[in-house]
């Protein structure tokens, strides 16, 4: 009976992970506007990333994540955002416009087995359920494997 229930946890665990994340998907990062701020940073027109990256990037990490930028060893459970605003110019400044999309990088060494450990997700706009990726090689992984010495990882933290 005992074993019985432990199955029944286990399976009921499983199911809320998968409900919580989209079947299985990287779940939109909750709360992500209140974990460290890693950088900032503008593409311009012109940058060979401008399209379709040209906007404002704000980078945020969680405590996992952290250790990983100050250790370089990523442990599973990183996740990284990358929050991506388009901009408006006038007054002799930048200035945030709406929001293009919403990136994340989840470290899961097991499951990300073909991507280097990263599973890699985008949000639309200012939804949480608009899925922008259908290929993590292809629309992600491909770019990130010129930083294999960094783990994948572009952006370093700002001291």
């Known amino acids: 009976m005992k074993l019985r229930a432990i199955v029944g946890v286990i399976a009921i665990s ?36 401008a399209d379709p990256f040209q906007g404002i990037h704000h980078l945020y990490a969680n ?20 929050d991506l605003l388009k901009y408006a110019e006038g007054g002799h400044a930048l200035q945030e416009g709406d929001r293009k999309l919403i990136g994340v990088m ?18 639309a706009g200012d939804s949480k359920t608009k899925r922008l990726v259908s290929d993590m090689m292809g629309q992600c992984h491909g770019c990130h494997t010129g930083q294999e010495k960094t783990g994948f990882v572009f952006s370093k933290l700002r001291k």
């Open 14 to 49: 499983g199911f809320a992970f998968a409900a919580q994340a989209g079947e299985g998907k990287i779940a939109y990062p909750e709360g992500y506007r209140d974990w460290p701020h890693v950088k900032s940073m503008v593409i311009l027109e012109g940058h060979d990333l």
């Open 63 to 82: 405590e996992a994540a952290l250790a990983g930028y100050r250790s370089g060893n990523w442990p599973d459970g990183a996740v990284i955002v990358f």
């Open 106 to 123: 989840r470290r899961e060494t097991a499951r990300y087995t073909d991507t280097g450990g990263w599973g890699y997700e985008g949000f």
